[in-house]
């Protein structure tokens, strides 16, 4: 048996085995199913025998996949474990903050925090800009702070405490020599009706982007999706703080003018938050004044 040290490999095993089914722990994982067949059978080689059998009711562990279920439960505990006393043992000898920012606000909290860098002294800051989905279980599990996002999406998730943030406006972009830029203003935005939203079709080749399910769209990768927008007739939705980024790869906006207004708010533990990280939580409700 080759050496095993891939430990992804034993978590997306634990939850095929506990989900009895493919489809139901790709969601889980938010990674393709093809993608954690993969993962199985890399597994399996690894151990040289075969994890689970398929029944009309769903997968089936083997008998040897019983004994590895349970001893891979308190490897990934152990480890755990271990993340969490490490992570106490550094915010002994530093100041370490950990935040968590939607798409759509990224640039305002990655301006906070160069702007608390220059405040205060040894400090690090990690800044992880995801999906709600992600940011939420790396902050389950310590990972982060805090989470800044959109209101209604940090509400649907269990947070200790929220507080508003700031408000984004909101607006329509589509490619510069779109069909409906030709439309006097006050008709452009109406006209959109006629073309595809840009969603989940326009994103499945991103590098390196585990995607859900359309029509939800959870883009790692703006970019990406500018650079298929510049050369398609769809059209997408930005806050105002993506619109320089936007216009850089040709896009523009629709109606000339915000159609909306996006709440933000900041989703945190009052009962974990560290002194570095309540300063920084007021500094950031302090700039958005």
Request: aromatic share 10%; with cysteine.
């Amino acid at each position: 048996m080759g050496r095993f040290d891939d430990l992804r490999l034993l978590n997306n095993f634990v939850v095929v085995y506990k989900q009895e089914s493919i489809t139901g722990a790709s969601r889980l994982l938010n990674i393709s199913q093809p993608a954690l067949t993969r993962s199985i059978q890399s597994l399996e080689n690894e151990m040289g025998t075969l994890l689970f059998e398929r029944t009309p009711t769903g997968l089936k562990p083997t008998a040897f996949a019983e004994k590895l279920y349970r001893r891979a439960l308190k490897i990934i505990n152990e480890i755990d474990a271990i993340h969490g006393d490490l992570l106490d043992l550094a915010l002994q000898f530093r100041h370490l903050l950990n935040v968590g920012s939607g798409l759509g606000c990224w640039c305002s909290v990655a301006d906070a925090v160069i702007g608390f860098q220059g405040m205060v002294k040894d400090v690090s800051v990690n800044v992880r800009v995801s999906n709600a989905r992600d940011l939420v279980s790396i902050f389950e599990k310590g990972g982060l702070d805090m989470v800044v996002g959109k209101k209604r999406t940090v509400e649907s998730y269990e947070f200790g405490r929220i507080v508003p943030y700031k408000v984004n406006d909101l607006y329509y972009v589509v490619r510069c020599g779109h069909p409906v830029l030709e439309l006097p203003v006050d008709q452009q935005i109406a006209a959109l009706s006629g073309y595809p939203y840009a969603t989940y079709h326009l994103l499945q080749d991103s590098p390196g982007m585990n995607l859900p399910p359309s029509p939800s769209v959870r883009a790692n990768h703006h970019l990406f999706l500018f650079r298929v927008l510049a050369k398609s007739d769809n059209y997408f939705i930005l806050s105002h703080e993506m619109l320089d980024y936007a216009a850089m790869h040709g896009l523009c906006v629709v109606g000339g003018a915000s159609f909306a207004k996006d709440e933000l708010a900041i989703g945190y533990n009052p009962e974990s938050l560290s002194p570095i990280a309540k300063d920084f939580l007021q500094y950031l409700l302090d700039r958005a004044k």
